[in-house]
């Protein structure tokens, strides 16, 4: 079973950036997609982004132009660069994989702090 470990969290004023990193124990290649999700305290877990494993992306509308998802297959990772951070941006966030007919996998979170 491979397993994802999120890192890279922390606290950032507005404006400031942090860059994600989703590790997984194994082949990321076993994943027809990819995605970071995010749950704000109170709110339900959005997906932030997503990629496939030709590339694809997609993003919500509330981070479009200041988020940008990638892969390192190499490496078994994906990112999240995230730029321009907003106090709406606070939230744990998780990494996500999906396989054909199994269950998601996911990571245990890293919390990101906006604020000034």
């Known amino acids: 079973q491979v397993q994802l470990v999120e890192s890279g969290g922390g606290l950032v004023q507005p404006g400031g950036s942090l860059r994600l990193s989703c590790a997984a124990s194994?082949?990321?290649?076993?994943?027809?997609?990819m995605g970071w999700y995010r749950q704000a305290p109170g709110k339900q877990r959005e997906l932030a982004a997503g990629i496939t494993s030709s590339g694809d992306t997609n993003y919500a509308d509330s981070v479009k132009g200041r988020f940008t998802i990638s892969r390192d297959n190499a490496k078994n990772t994906v990112y999240l660069q995230m730029n321009n951070l907003k106090p709406d941006d606070t939230a744990v966030y998780y990494c996500n994989g999906r396989r054909p007919l199994q269950l998601d996998t996911w990571g245990k979170g890293t919390l990101v702090t906006v604020s000034s």
């Open positions: 194994g082949s990321i290649l076993s994943f027809y997609a």
